[in-house]
């Protein structure tokens, strides 16, 4: 069965950092691209930054520069570094594949106050 567990979500101020974790079971996990995706209250759940299989990663315009997508296969694990976060990036963040085929998890909300 597979599953993904989101965590290192929180409550934090406008210019901080952040480290998101997502745990895979059940899949041979260094053989997936993996992404990070976020759905704010009121709209449409957006991709945020992917990483391949290989390790090569690609990230949406408004986080470039700001966040990293890395992974450690040997953990079944994709991160997710956030730095200078901004109000607009308060949403749910949950991980899937890429593209997203797999279940979702329950996600982490990352809450960023100005």
């Known amino acids: 069965q597979v599953q993904l567990v989101e965590s290192g979500g929180g409550l934090v101020q406008a210019g901080a950092s952040l480290r998101l974790s997502c745990a895979g079971s059940?899949?041979?996990?260094?053989?997936?691209?993996m992404g990070w995706y976020r759905q704010a209250p009121g709209k449409q759940r957006e991709l945020v930054a992917t990483i391949t299989s290989g390790g090569s990663t690609n990230y949406a315009d408004f986080v470039k520069g700001r966040f990293t997508i890395s992974r450690d296969n040997a953990k079944n694990t994709v991160y997710l570094q956030m730095s200078s976060l901004k109000p607009e990036d308060t949403a749910v963040y949950l991980c899937?594949?890429?593209?997203?085929?797999?279940?979702w998890g329950q996600g982490t909300q990352v809450t960023v106050s100005s």
């Open positions: 059940g899949i041979i996990f260094r053989l997936i691209g």
């Open positions: 899937n594949s890429r593209p997203a085929g797999l279940n």
